[in-house]
């Protein structure tokens, strides 16, 4: 995933990239500005109970609950609806 992030360039857009298994659970990975992923990274760990860290504008876990994709999503969409009405 890391090197997807690389390849879009994660500078200037956010990106929340998952891999879940058969079974729910599975990995995530958020990467864009650091203070965004600084802020966003470990509430989508909270949302989706899991582990997780980061560091220079990535944060990565892994979870049992990926099936709580969505909440972390809109969580995501409501900092952007946010963020965008600031600008």
Not at 23 to 49: D, N, Q, W
Not at 66 to 84: C, G, H, N, P, W
């Amino acid at each position: 995933m890391n090197i997807i992030a690389n390849e879009i360039g994660s500078e200037e857009t956010l990106l929340f990239l998952t891999m879940v298994d058969e079974k729910g659970a599975g990995l995530f990975l958020l990467a864009g500005r650091p203070a965004a992923v600084e802020t966003l990274g470990p509430r989508a760990a909270e949302v989706l109970e899991s582990k997780g860290a980061g560091k220079k504008g990535c944060f990565q876990g892994k979870t049992t609950k990926l099936s709580q994709r969505a909440e972390a999503q809109a969580l995501l969409q409501d900092y952007i609806s946010t963020q965008s009405t600031k600008e």
